[in-house]
């Protein structure tokens, strides 16, 4: 199996989120057509046609809420693999961002649950991600304990 250095894939981590913050920028630009696109291949076409224009204003607004979360969650995530790579992972600034990285997930996660009456593919989309929301908040926990231990070790010595 290929073996990378920590360095390198910790580059390799920074360079994909910068890319997909650009992606989520440039999806913002487009949502209002790549919304419709979505909707018009849905489980249920018809269901795009009979939305009320305020059931399609709640639709772009849950989008936007959407990229908002995701903008911030890729920030968060790029200000913890700088932590990463200043070695620094074990602090309280990493847990607060992991933290916040997960509240962004189940927020998600709800927002596409929410969107469940335009696509069943919705509802499967709204539960994984609010199930990596939940994995993150346990790996949270994990490393939260570390750096309580590690703190309790450094007064020990």
Avoid at 17 to 41: N, Q, R
Avoid at 63 to 68: D, F, G, L, S, V
Avoid at 88 to 103: D, G, N, P
Wanted: hydrophobic content about 60%.
């Amino acid at each position: 199996m290929l073996k990378i250095s920590r360095s390198i894939s910790v580059y390799i981590s920074i360079a994909l989120t910068v890319i997909m913050f650009a992606g989520v920028v440039v999806l913002a630009f487009y949502a209002p057509s790549f919304i419709d696109a979505l909707l018009s291949v849905s489980d249920v076409p018809e269901a795009f046609l009979s939305l009320a224009p305020t059931s399609r204003t709640h639709l772009f607004i849950a989008a936007y809420a959407e990229i908002a979360l995701m903008i911030t969650g890729l920030s968060m995530l790029f200000a913890l693999l700088v932590l990463v790579q200043r070695k620094k992972v074990f602090t309280a600034a990493a847990v607060e961002l992991i933290r916040y990285i997960s509240w962004c997930l189940v927020l998600m996660g709800v927002i596409m649950l929410t969107l469940s009456f335009c696509s069943s593919v919705a509802l499967f989309v709204g539960a994984a991600v609010f199930f990596v929301g939940l994995t993150i908040r346990v790996v949270k926990n994990v490393i939260e304990e570390a750096v309580y231990l590690k703190e309790e070790n450094d007064l020990t010595v």
